[in-house]
């Protein structure tokens, strides 16, 4: 069975980092196009970053741009994204999405099939 796991959110103190992966299990993720997506209380659901199946295009969201930086390791069959500088503002679940694709990603809830169940970021002093 196809399975996004997203890991690594946790309670940081503003300006501290954390790295989130998306592990993906029972398939291989060298055919799909990775997105990163968050949610805040109360609010929508909102494109962070993704990355193309190759590595080779990536796309940010202009409020972490700067700050984010997505990676894949497909040895690893693992997606990254490096959160640096973060903000109160970035509290929020944190989910992976996948889509067999091998042009540039996008960064559209819609477009994507497989979905984790997401991991909770919360930033606060």
């Known amino acids: 069975q196809l399975q996004l796991v997203e890991s690594g959110g946790g309670l940081v103190q503003p300006g501290g980092s954390l790295?989130?992966?998306?592990?993906?299990?029972?398939?291989?993720?060298n055919p799909y196009a990775i997105g990163w997506f968050r949610q805040a209380p109360g609010k929508g659901r909102e494109g962070v970053s993704c990355i193309s199946n190759s590595g080779g295009t990536t796309n940010y969201a202009d409020s972490v741009k700067g700050r984010f930086t997505i990676s894949r390791d497909n040895a690893k069959n693992t997606v990254y994204l490096q959160m640096n500088s973060l903000k109160p503002e970035d509290t929020a679940?944190?989910?992976?999405?996948?889509?067999?694709?091998?042009?540039?990603?996008?960064?559209?809830?819609?477009?994507?099939?497989?979905?984790?169940?997401?991991?909770?970021?919360?930033?606060?002093?």
């Not at 984790?116 to 606060?124: D, E, K």
């Open 19 to 29: 790295r989130l992966s998306c592990a993906a299990s029972g398939f291989t993720l």
């Open 93 to 125: 679940v944190y989910y992976c999405a996948a889509k067999v694709f091998s042009g540039p990603c996008r960064p559209t809830m819609v477009w994507y099939d497989y979905w984790g169940q997401g991991t909770q970021v919360t930033v606060s002093s």
